[in-house]
């Protein structure tokens, strides 16, 4: 039953890579409305990386230049390749999109990172 849903996250030490993947399944959604939010505890929910308009991408200022979103349209799956990986990275990766204009989130996939 569940339709999004996220993988990839574990524990790398800094400077470090991994690759995130996001894949959904059912009706109404759109791979083009895809992205990354992360959370740690006692913060809010933030935007990493999405895509922009149908070409496009976005991303949190302090992932630029070190992570790319990516998607593969076949596979209605989106990834989030994150490289030089920091401590500050460390938190609980999710993957958003919408169904049928209503946002949906994963299950999240932790992803910790040591000095």
């Known amino acids: 039953q569940v339709q999004l849903v996220e993988s990839g996250g574990g524990s790398v030490q800094a400077g470090g890579s991994l690759r995130l993947s996001c894949t959904f399944s059912?009706?109404?959604?759109?791979?083009?409305?895809m992205g990354w939010y992360r959370q740690v505890p006692g913060k809010e929910r933030e935007l990493v990386a999405s895509f922009h308009g149908s070409d496009g991408t976005m991303y949190s200022d302090s992932v630029k230049g070190r992570f790319t979103i990516s998607r593969d349209s076949s596979k209605n799956t989106a990834y989030l390749q994150m490289e030089m990986l920091q401590p500050a990275d460390t938190g609980v990766y999710y993957c958003?999109?919408?169904?049928?204009?209503?946002?949906?989130w994963g299950q999240g996939t932790q992803v910790t990172v040591s000095s």
């Open positions: 958003t999109t919408y169904q049928f204009g209503i946002r949906k």
């Open positions: 059912g009706d109404g959604f759109s791979i083009y409305t």
